[in-house]
C-alpha cells in the first residue's frame, strides 16, 4: 500500500501536460475563479496625486513657524472637489486651496492639513501647528506603478483583487474553466433518495454529497444515471462518463465479487494505484478509463468524502489552474482523550473549540466508523494522527487540517 | 467614537425582529445554504444490520475454537449481496454465508469474519482464528436512530450533510433566502470601469469588490447605478436601493462638504452611529434609510472592504440565519516587526507563512495605507492590533483573524 504523500503526487504527476482551458468572464462572474492571464497596468494608481484627507492644501514654508500663540493665518484661494481639478492657476504663499478627499492636489502646493486642525473663518483658515511637505497627499503611482504586472496567472480572485481588476479598467478577465466532473453511481443496492428503499437497499447519498463537494471545490458536477450491478451497464455509464475531464465512481473497488466497477476498468483502462494506506478510504483506486482520469472511491459515506478531500481537491484545483490548493494545517492541543490506534494514517473527524482560557483546542467527532454520516456534525477538520501512533492524551498537539479554510 | 465590538453589538441588535424567509431548494444548490428547517429522520440509518466487509458472516460461537492448527471448516451455504436480501433461510452452526459489504446480515448468524482472514475452497471456507460477535457488523440505527433530529435550522449545509439528507430521502429542503444587498456608488470623480478617467477621476473598483464581497457572504447583490454629487439624484437613487434588504454605500460619510449621502440620511432616515475607533474605516456609518438597514462604508478601497468584513458579512450572514459567522482567530508570533502604533484597533493585511523549522508564522503586508489597494495581495487574513500597543517585535503573538475560513 502507498502513503497519502505518494498517492497524492501520483495524482498530481498524471495530470502534466493536462492544459486548463481560458475562459472570459465578467468582473461580476469572477469571485472565486483563478486568473488565467497576467493583468500589467496601463496606468499609475493613483493616476495623479489626491489628498487622502477633507483639509486645506497648502504650502508647508509657509506655516513653518505656525503655533497656537503664533498662528498663520491663509486665504482660501478655492475649493477643488472630488473630480474636479482646477486649472492651472497658481497661489501665493499666504494662500490655500480648501480640498476634499480624494480631489487632486494641484501644483504649487506640497501639502493638505487636515480640516479637523484647523480654524476655518469665511474665506480664510487658521493654521496653528506646521505640517512637513506631503502630508495627507497619495502620489501618483504609489499603490501601482504604471506597466506593474499586478497579478499573475493561477491567482484565486477575491474581492479585493476584482477591485484592484475595476481600478485598471478590467471589465472582464480570463480565468480558467472549471473542469467537469462525471459522478458514476453504481449498485443493485443503492435507489435514488426520491425513492423508498426495498428490503436490503439504501438511498444514493454519496452522488449527492459528492456533487456538492466538487462544486465546493469549483469543479462543474454532471450526474451520471445509475447503473445497478451489471458489468455491460457499467462500462455504458463510464463510456458516457469519459466525455468529462475526469471520472468520480464511488464503491466497487474493494475485494468482493460484485466490484464490477473495478472489472470495467482492467477492461478498458489502466490502474495507477487501489489502495492506501489510510483509514478511513484505504480502498480508493485511481488511474485512467480509455483516456479519462479516474477514481474509484470507496463507497462507505466518510470515506468518500475523506478520499475526496485528499486526492480529488487538489486534482480538481490543479485543473483549473489553482496550485496553492493546500489546507491550513495547524497544530492543537487535543481537548480530550483519543485512544484509537491504528496501523494506517488516520483522518479523524473532529471540532476545534476554545478551552475554558480561551485557547484553540481540539475535539475528535464520537463515532469515527466510515459509515456513520453524523460524525461530520459540525466537523471543522481533520485530525491527522500518525500510523501506529497513540494513545494520544489530553493536552497532546496533534495536526488538525481546516476542511473549510 | 464607539469600540468594534459595540458597532458589531448594534448592527445586530438592529436586526432582532428580522425574519429570514425559506425558500425550496434541490439537493444539488443546497451547498453552502443555510438550513432553515429541522431535518428529522423517518426511518433507521443503517435501515438494517449489515456488513461492513466482504468476507464470511458466521455464527461467533461456531469458531470459538479455531486455530491455525486447528481449523474449522464452515459450509458456505448461499451468498448475500447488497442489495438482495435473502428470503428467511436457516442455517446449520457449521455453516456460513458469503456476504458483501453492506449486504444485509441474516438471522441466525452474529458476527462476520473478512475474507483476507479465511481460506475459501470452493463451497467450504476454513477459518483459522476466532471471531468476537458483532464483528464487522454495522448494526441499525447504529448511525442515526428512527425519529431522531439530526439537522436543526441555522445549520450550513456542507457536503457530508447534503449526504445525510440524500440519506434520509429529502431530495430537496427549505433554506434561508439570499438577502439582497443594494450597492450604490456616488462621486463625481468616479467612473465605471469600462471608462477612460478624465482628469481627477477614478475608476469605481469600491462597487466591483463589494459586488463579490456580497457573493462571498450569500448575499445577492445588486449594483444601484452609479449617481454624480447631486442630492437630489443621490437621494433618487438611495429610494431606488430602499427596496432592497439591506443598503451598502461607500463614500460620501466624511466630513467634507461634498458628502451628500450623509445629508440624504439625514433627511431621510436615521443614524445609528457614524465613527468607529478603527484603523482603517473610521468613517463608517450604519442607520436606516426610510426602513431599510443602511451601512456608509468608507470611499477608500481597503477600509471599505475591511468594514464590510466586520460589520456587513456578519449582517449579511444573520440575515440568512447563520449565527456562526465568526471567523477564526489563532494566535500567531509576527515573524517581523510591526513598528506602527495607532490609537484606534489597527486591523493589518497580512501573510500567514511556515517560519525555517515548519510552524506558522504572520507578516504583515508591506504598505498598509487604506488607499494601497495591492497590500491585499495574497493576504491571508487581517492582524488584530489593539490600540495604543505597540512596537511589536519579531516572536510576539498577534492575534490574526483568518479571512478565508
Redesign the interface.
Known sequence: MITVEEAQQRILESMVHYQPRPVTVS??E???RVLAQAVVSDLD????DNS?M?GFALLSSAVIDAKADHPVDLEVAA?I?????LSDLSIAPHQCYRI?????VPKGVDSVIQ??WTEPHGDWVRITRPVPPGLNI?YKG???ADQTE??TPGTV???????????????HCAVFRRPSIAIVST????VD?????G???????????????V??AGGDPV?IPHAP?DLHLIIERLNDAARYDLILSS?GV?????DLVKTALQQHGTQNFWRVNMKPGKPVAFGHYRDTPFFGLP????SA?VT?ELFVRPMIRQMQGDFRWPR?V??LPLLEDFTEVADRRHYVRCQ?RRDSLG??GVIPSP?Q??????S??Q?DGLMVIPEHTGPWLRGATVAVM????
Open positions: 468582473l461580476a469572477a469571485v472565486g494608481i493613483p493616476p495623479f487622502s477633507d475649493t472637489s472630488a473630480g474636479h481639478p476634499m478627499t480624494g480631489a487632486p480640516v479637523e497619495r504609489s499603490d501601482i499586478v497579478l480572485l477575491t474581492p479585493a483583487l476584482i477591485g484592484i481588476m475595476a481600478t485598471l479598467g478590467r471589465t449498485g443493485d443496492e443503492l433518495p426520491s425513492l423508498t428503499p428490503p436490503g437497499q439504501i438511498r444514493n447519498s454519496n452522488a449527492y454529497a459528492l456533487y456538492a463537494a462544486l465546493q450526474l450491478d464503491g474493494s475485494v468482493g465479487d460484485f463507497g462507505n459515506p466518510v468524502l475526496f491550513l495547524l497544530q476545534i485557547a484553540l463515532d466508523g466510515s459509515a456513520i454520516q453524523t461530520w456534525l466537523a481546516l476542511l473549510h479554510s
